[in-house]
């Protein structure tokens, strides 16, 4: 049987929501009302999916005071 390759979160260049969430332990909801704004710079369209590119996310959280 094919098993999927699992690759840790911090290998990962994008990131889904859920795996933001626990990389992060900033909640779900959050991600999305801060990835919806249209200048978002970390945030990827996939058609209706949104990834997050994980190196700008690190980047916004080290300069961001507070969400």
Excluded: H
């Excluded at 626990?22 to 970390?42: A, H, M, P």
């Amino acid at each position: 049987m094919n098993k999927p390759i699992e690759i840790p979160i911090y290998q990962k260049q994008n990131l889904t929501i859920e795996e933001t969430a626990v990389y992060s332990n900033i909640g779900r909801n959050k991600l999305r009302e801060i990835t919806d704004d249209e200048k978002c710079l970390f945030v990827l369209w996939v058609g209706g999916k949104r990834l997050i590119k994980r190196k700008l996310f690190d980047e916004f959280i080290e300069k961001v005071y507070s969400i």
